[in-house]
């Protein structure tokens, strides 16, 4: 009875799992196929280097007119993201067009924990000490990411 | 081939074959100006296509004073003579589609024109037929000879400049090799066909183009797409410009030059495509076809104005103008009563399907939409369809005549109500009596200017209608009491339910008096 899945949700999938970007990972549910267990790695490079982030990506009714919904799950010390795990990304926001992808929104995400950006703070607290005092800050954010996104199992 | 069967083959794609149709495949891609294969073809706001070298000479445009951009001061003559217009230079962006196509389709060409192959290719050029063409007639044919396939040959002389764009080709019968050739241009298509694939879904749906439009920056979607797209911002999807395309899309040309390309080349599935966007638009093939707005409360045979500004309304009312006007209005459940068997639900399960009399567009993209009450239903199951609910139906009928008056028979015929019992007071009395008491009550509060039943107000709804199965509804819509209240008519199945309910608002506005 539901409405069906649009076309290009299952193309978007299907070319998720055939063309996997590295260091990128996004699995659709079996019961809700607009729910992804999302898999990001610290860029190399990065303080988050090494480290294996947990993200939930949710593509609402009117995707892709409006953005994913996309949260991280695992902890982490970075002046865009706050405790909530929600993201400050412009193309998330106003930003976002419908020729961009969950693969782009992805990719931009990393590039993101490659280049935080303390001027465009959503967790004032840590966007205070980066500008404050980067060594430290880039020292907790290497800790966070040791405790919290060190892949299990 | 007779007029009917022109007119039956509009509506599904035709396919060109290879071999047979070689020439008129190469037309396909020819510029009419130069008549070689487009090369960084500009598609014009006009929808044809012609290569950026071959638009006339920019010049500066006069007597334009609005918008004043730099980029829409200088302009060209539009060189198709079915629209001859001036178009602004900011609006000759090279079509970004059609040249990775055409790329695509030379790239493979001159792989095959590399070497000769077995096949000799005869072409004589034919000259359409024209009346002032005298000396075409005395010149002799020329001849063309190509150590290739058909399609490639011809592809080859169109490349060298040597095929006008309006010329046929007579090509010169070799038993011998058209059985080769056939397979060979056969396989040449294919080729093209594979290589263009990926080239040609929309960079929205994911799907091959349908009913492409072109922006002026050269980035093109299928028509219904961008129209979602420019929905919720007027900025190219593609390259963040700012669109100058009116919210009113239809206007718009479509991109014939790619729609007669995907046309030719992929009949089968140009057809199946607009077959499955007419069925996803409606929410598949099952029962959940009806679009629904939740919003306000509606009633039939009354007018409900709506301004529409949420980018999924207006793609709904879009849709809906393009099917059959029609869209179920519901209330918003705000108290998260429940609704029968759908639960909880955001709306309110009973509701009036309005049917869409005039919808003004604004430039903002927000339109004014005009209805008209139609009949009432409840909603049996419910979907979401890009962002706004769709359900399927059941229409809500009022009983026979018949059952209407052993109804009143039997309810005038009951005991007298003990006095300060006001329903029972109401259920007593004669559907007549309940319309001349709300028709009173309309009478003594217009002769006391109530404000609600000021002139402006009865401009839109009209005099209180004297058919007693309408009259609720007139009431309700003019009345200023709680939606709530009103909503208690949807569900009715009788005339004198209706009736009796307008009766005991009119006994408690009395009652609040004095």
Known sequence: ?153 | MSRDETLSEKSTAVGLAPYEDARALVRLIQCTQCSRPLRQPVTLPCGNAVCRACLPDFHERANISYPDVPARRRGVMCPFPDCGREHPASDCGVDVILSKALDSIAGIMAEHTMSASMITTIMEEIRLDDTEALDADSEKPKINKRPWSRLVATYDIAAKGQLPYECDINYIHSTSTSDTGRAMDAAVLQEILDSMHREVDCQICYNVLLDPVTTFCGHTLCRKCMARAVDHSLHCPMCRRSLAIPPVLSRHPSNCTLINLLNAMYPETMTSRAEAVATEETGGEGELNTPLFVCTLGFPHQPTLLRVFEPRYRLMIRRCLESNREFGMLMYNRYGEPQGDLGPVHFYHYGTMLYVTNAQPFPDGTSLVETQGAYRFRVKAHDVLDGYSIGSVERVEDVSLAEEERLEAEETALPPAEEGDVAGHIDRMSTQELLELGQDFVRRMQGRSAIWLRQRVLDIYGQPPDDAALFPYWFASVLPISDEEKYKLLPTRTVRERLKITASWIRRIESQRW
């Open chain 1, 1 to 153: 009875m539901a409405a069906p899945l649009p076309k290009r949700i299952i193309k978007e999938t299907e070319r998720l799992q055939n063309e996997p970007v590295p260091g990128i990972s996004a699995l659709p549910h079996d019961d809700n196929a607009r729910y992804f267990d999302v898999m990001v790695e610290g860029p190399g490079g990065s303080c988050y280097e090494g480290g294996v982030f947990n993200l939930e990506l949710f593509l609402p009714d009117d995707y892709p007119m409006t953005a994913p919904k996309i949260r991280f799950l695992t902890r982490i010390y970075h002046p865009n993201i706050d405790r909530l795990g929600r993201i400050c990304l412009d193309v998330l926001k106003n930003n976002w067009s419908p020729a961009l992808q969950i693969r782009t929104i992805l990719l931009s995400i990393q590039a993101l924990l490659g280049a935080p950006n303390p001027e465009d703070p959503l967790n004032e607290a840590v966007a205070k000490q980066w500008k404050e005092n980067q060594a430290e800050a880039i020292k907790t954010a290497r800790e966070w990411t040791a405790l919290y996104a060190t892949a299990k199992k």
